[in-house]
């Protein structure tokens, strides 16, 4: 008998029951899937830029980014949709001043009527009173009130006249995303005798560099992040986004991130924008006139597709709702044609339901081609690679509980039974077993298939090595349901 107990030694004399207890294990509990989320704060925020924080709160996002940061919105909007997740977030300082600025004027009168004016500033009510006889300046006067009344808006705002200049709180691009509307509600209209005009905000510029964002990125180089959901869609940013994320899927590293960001314009802006774009572990979401911007929308719609996805990757997420966020005017909503033409080009997309409800349309990431730039589906959908990964986690699971420690022999038939062994026969056994356990679960299927492509072998070179070809087959989600139906009648 080989089975080797180090504590207690074939050497001591005097010890009924001597027991070593094997902290290996053969159980791996399930893995925490993290998300981080990149933004910006404001100076108002205690947080260290570009210090990877956890976050456990709204409050807890207001104190450390600012109230009304983009990183505070984007917190709020993941959080409201995957109330249970580990949230991490790196924020970043602006970079210069240059915020986005609009106003609202009162371009009209004094109001016969009393009423409210219902305004939408980010998708957020800001409610106004007007009574009999206020004029211009007064309703001008009492919106900047309600305004600087709502610490949560991304903008602040000062009053001249009837004009009420509205900031963005964070410098940048960011800013020029913040909508502003009115009357968006059913039966919400303006008191008598009030007229508004609202230019939309503009102008905002200089992000933080591409090299701030690097060093965001670096920051959490070495911790196991399942989702990022990051601040922009510009070309230059995600370009560095791609590139950290394939180095880790790397063997070297083996950290396997999927990032969500979104992006508000036209269709065929949107599929220019995607043009560029094809990786296996991004989401663009895309909309257009949503009343959130896009950073906040995206980081919603991350939350709950992840949400869903860390229950049981192989599910459809096709359909959850989107909490949080608002539908935008009907005139503004994609068609199924060209939501469908977004999705073949890489851009995932919200659908909406009878009530209004915003929900996940076509979850589909920027993937088009494989390594050899043919055409390819496979990792077209969100949950492919989350299936992929939670496959690849179950596979160091088990090779961390039964390869760890062993020794490696050509046959291990010829060793006597318990000693630390492993050969070919073994490894391959133990693979299939744990592929037949995830077939079960759903998260792969055909074990015959798997068993037929699995090769085992001694590596050529280095003796101490087993390589192993390993052809999972993902299971699919069902997204189509089409009948052909013939109607006839009795005759």
Known sequence: MAISIPQVPSTQLVQLFGVQLDRTGTTPANTDLRTCIFGQKTSAGSATALTPV?????NDAVGKFGAGSQLALMYDAYRVNDPA???????????GTTKAAGSITVSTGTATEAGTVFLRIAGQSVEVGVDVGDDQDAVAAA??????????LPVTSTVSTNVVTVTAKNAGTNGNAIDMRVNYGTGEKLPAGIALVLVQLTSGATDPTTSTFTSALAAVA????ATFVVHTPLDAYQDILEAELVSRWDASRGLMTYAFAGLDDTVGNLTTASADRDSAHTMLVGSYAMLEPDWQFAAAYAGAVVQSLKSHPAI?????QVKGVHAPAVASRFTNTEANILGINGIATFAYDSADRVRVGVPVGTYKTDGNAAADTTFQFVNAAYQLAYFIRALKAMVSSNWA???LVDDASQVAAGSAVIDLDIAKAQTVALYRTLVADAIVQDVDGFIDGLVFERDGSNVNRINVYCPPELTNQLH???FLVRPFLRR
């Open 54 to 58: 956890l976050v456990t709160s709204k």
């Open 316 to 320: 459809p997420v096709v359909g959850l």
């Open 405 to 407: 420690s062993k020794i």
């Open 480 to 482: 189509v349901g089409a």
């Open 85 to 95: 997740g580990t949230i991490w977030c790196v924020p970043m300082a602006d970079n």
């Open 222 to 225: 070495a911790m196991d992040f």
């Open 143 to 152: 919106i900047n009130t309600a305004i600087g009344d709502l610490p949560d």
